[in-house]
């Protein structure tokens, strides 16, 4: 079985995709706390020996460092035999939605999360261009949960997995309480929390919290 080490640091909810992910396929992983608050990731050394794109999480698999989650939990579906797309249809449509993440309600979310509550003073109009925006996707995601259990059907995969990610942190980080805002959205959480071996982010990702960044 391979030897995973995730390097991470608890406040990434890309580090809880990937955690979650390895979890939820039976999987256990070495955790590599990193100082992201103390901008270890910007030093020439850490990018040397880690990661030369700096950034958190990187993933080794019996030594080899992997980058990026979208791929890294494409590889682990393909390789766990779970929580990937059977068909082509069903494939598409997970690239579709990990995309839409990435670009969308991740690249959104994670943003605002982090100026709202991790900055000591925020920029109140930079809140205000976020907020709209993610109130936006979040609107789009609800619709369509409205009428499907998971993102690509009646089942979860790692594009649920993706898209939950930086949801699940409390309330008090995002700053929504979906079941008020977004219902559906609410629901579908639920759901994937129902999964066997389920944890949340700060229950998978333990060590040093992030109170503000420097």
Same mark, same amino acid.
């Given at each position: 079985?391979?030897?995973?080490?995730? !390097?991470?640091?608890?406040?990434?909810?890309?580090?809880?995709?990937?955690?979650?992910?390895?979890?939820?396929?039976?999987?256990?992983?070495?955790?590599?706390?990193?100082?992201?608050?103390?901008?270890? &990731? #910007?030093?020439?050394?850490?990018?040397?020996?880690?990661?030369?794109?700096?950034?958190?999480?990187?993933?080794?698999?019996?030594?080899?460092?992997?980058?990026?989650?979208?791929?890294?939990?494409?590889?682990?579906?393909?390789?766990?035999?779970?929580?990937?797309?059977?068909?082509?249809?069903?494939?598409?449509?997970?690239?579709?939605?990990?995309?839409? =993440?990435? !670009?969308?309600?991740?690249?959104?979310?994670?943003?605002?999360?982090?100026?709202?509550?991790?900055?000591?003073?925020?920029?109140?109009?930079?809140? &205000?261009?976020?907020?709209? #925006?993610?109130?936006?996707?979040?609107?789009?995601?609800?619709? !369509?949960?409205?009428?499907?259990?998971?993102?690509?059907? =009646?089942?979860?995969?790692?594009?649920?997995?993706?898209?939950?990610?930086?949801?699940?942190?409390?309330? =008090?980080?995002?700053?929504?309480?979906?079941?008020?805002?977004?219902?559906?959205?609410?629901?579908?959480?639920? #759901?994937?929390?129902?999964?066997?071996?389920? #944890?949340?982010?700060? =229950?998978?990702?333990?060590?040093?919290?992030?109170?503000?960044?420097?």
């Amino acid at each position: 079985m391979p030897t995973y080490r995730l !390097h991470y640091f608890p406040e990434s909810g890309n580090s809880y995709k990937l955690a979650l992910m390895l979890t939820l396929c039976g999987q256990t992983f070495e955790p590599v706390w990193t100082d992201f608050g103390g901008d270890v &990731t #910007r030093t020439p050394e850490w990018r040397e020996r880690v990661n030369p794109m700096g950034e958190i999480p990187v993933l080794e698999v019996d030594g080899e460092r992997l980058t990026q989650t979208a791929p890294i939990l494409l590889k682990l579906a393909e390789q766990y035999g779970r929580f990937g797309g059977d068909t082509a249809a069903e494939k598409f449509e997970i690239l579709r939605w990990l995309f839409w =993440d990435n !670009h969308k309600l991740t690249g959104y979310m994670a943003t605002y999360r982090f100026q709202r509550t991790f900055l000591k003073s925020p920029d109140p109009q930079v809140l &205000t261009f976020f907020r709209k #925006r993610i109130d936006d996707y979040l609107g789009i995601l609800d619709r !369509h949960l409205q009428h499907n259990a998971f993102a690509i059907g =009646d089942r979860p995969t790692i594009a649920d997995f993706s898209m939950i990610a930086y949801l699940s942190f409390p309330t =008090d980080e995002t700053g929504y309480d979906f079941a008020v805002s977004h219902p559906a959205v609410s629901a579908w959480l639920a #759901r994937v929390a129902r999964l066997p071996g389920w #944890r949340s982010p700060y =229950d998978l990702l333990p060590g040093k919290r992030l109170t503000h960044y420097a």
